[in-house]
């Protein structure tokens, strides 16, 4: 089962930043936090991923509480395009570290609808 | 750079045939990933594989295997198809650490 909780949808005004909630209160020392994005019938894309510390890349930003147990992802002037289910996701680094618990277990995720 | 490249995009089988989705990788990712997507829902890890000759089952196995003999292809054999079967298939690839790249599915019916 996934680890994470995630509100099943969301709305957002286009060109307004999207705050997209994640809890994942039993994640581990050594479970990174990612995010991928499924738009319409597509393989899911990659956005980001972090440890601990907050990260920014050309898409979006991710922002982990101190205590790890929850982080939230800005897409910060959404756009029609950003319309997808949005998948937040931990695990460990890699299927090297503890086996199995190193892929990518998906939930529902949460249906991000931009309206103009 | 193609990325993950997955053939057929579409397929109808007949219950009790068989039939091989094929995937491809020209990135030279050590690690490669079968999913299944039913409608409405998530993702379900099929097998993976973190190199050559080395593969896992995941969360979903029953019904499917997979073979890794180079970096670049990771086929998926599926040899009596059921109903239960029709799904939309994702392969994807990584490194270690790396985020995972997507190839744009395959979508089987079984009827």
């Known amino acids: 089962d996934a680890k994470t909780t995630q509100p099943p949808s969301m709305d957002c005004a286009e060109g307004r930043a999207a705050n997209l909630p994640c809890n994942h209160s039993t994640i581990s020392g050594n479970e990174y936090v990612y995010w991928y994005r499924q738009i319409h019938s597509q393989g899911p894309q990659y956005i980001i991923h972090?440890?601990?510390n907050n990260e920014t890349n050309e898409m979006a930003s991710l922002i982990i509480t101190e205590d790890r147990k929850s982080s939230t992802l800005i897409l910060p002037h959404a756009t029609l395009r950003d319309t997808a289910v949005y998948y937040c996701i931990v695990r460990v680094a890699s299927p090297d570290y503890g086996g199995s618990q190193g892929n990518l277990i998906f939930g529902k995720g949460t249906k991000l609808s931009v309206k103009p | 750079n193609a990325g993950v490249t997955q053939t057929p995009k579409f397929r109808i089988l007949k219950i009790g045939q068989s039939m091989t989705l094929q995937c491809t990788q020209d990135?030279?990712?050590?690690?490669m990933y079968w999913y299944r997507q039913d409608p409405g829902m998530g993702l379900k890890l099929i097998y993976y594989?973190?190199?050559?000759?080395?593969?896992d089952k995941g969360e979903v196995p029953n019904g499917y295997n997979v073979s890794r003999s180079t970096t670049e292809d990771f086929p998926l054999r599926l040899e009596l198809a059921a109903p239960s079967q029709t799904s939309v298939y994702f392969c994807a690839s990584s490194y270690s650490t790396s985020g995972y790249t997507f190839g744009s599915g395959t979508r089987l019916t079984v009827v």
């Open positions: 990135m030279n990712h050590n690690y």
């Open positions: 594989s973190v190199g050559a000759g080395i593969t």
């Open positions: 972090g440890l601990k």
